[in-house]
Structure formats: C-alpha cells, structure tokens
C-alpha cells in the first residue's frame, strides 16, 4: 500500500505475489544497483503485481517529510560486517510469523 501525505489524498493498493532477494541469491547484483548503498541492505522485495486499486484517501492526514535518520547507518557500521552477520543470525532467523528470512550468513 501506498499512500500520499501531502498534496492530493490518494491510496494506492498493489496485489500480487512477492519474494525477497537476499544479498546471497544471484539476482542481487542485478537489481542492488537500482537502490542507494546503506550498510544495512539486506534483501529487495520483488513482486508481481496482478491488480492495482486506488481510493480517495480523504482521511489520510498530512504528514511532512523531515529527513532521514541516521541511526541504522551509524549502528551498522560501528557494528562491521562480521558484526552485522552474526546479529542477523542470532536474531534475524524467522520473520514474525515464524517463516525462514533467509539471512544466515555463508
């Protein structure tokens, strides 16, 4: 789902089938290079979409963009990469409800 916080109201609801594409599948040098390098990358999400719905989004409230934050760029990067690697091990296995992230480390 996406949604505008400014300017004209409007939802946007894409359905379909995604998958992630973690940093060890073949496919992440193809599509890595599409996004901003940050320590913390770890998977893309791709998806089919199979339909798309919009609505109003009259209720949605305005909200104003203040910045990015720095605190998982700096946090990665005081951890390195064996640091990151070994955290996502221990706490980055199954997702909330219980399937396989696919994060272990080679």
């Known amino acids: 789902m996406f ?3 400014t300017e004209k109201p409007l939802i946007l609801r894409l359905y379909g089938h ?3 594409v973690n940093r060890r599948d073949a496919e992440w040098d193809e599509y890595a290079p599409l ?3 940050s320590v913390g990358n770890r ?3 791709l998806m089919d ?3 798309v719905q919009t609505s109003c989004g ?3 409230p305005f909200y ?3 910045g990015e934050r720095p605190l998982l760029t700096e946090w990665a990067k005081n951890r390195g990469a064996d640091g990151l ?3 996502w091990a221990e706490k980055n296995q199954v997702s909330i409800d219980g399937l396989p992230t696919r994060l272990l480390t080679d």
Do not use: L, Q
């Open 35 to 37: 996004f901003p390098e």
């Open 58 to 60: 009259f209720a949605a």
């Open 49 to 51: 979409v199979e339909s």
């Open 18 to 20: 995604g998958r992630a």
């Open 85 to 87: 690697a070994k955290y």
């Open 43 to 45: 998977n893309i999400i």
């Open 3 to 5: 949604c505008s916080f």
């Open 64 to 66: 104003e963009y203040a």
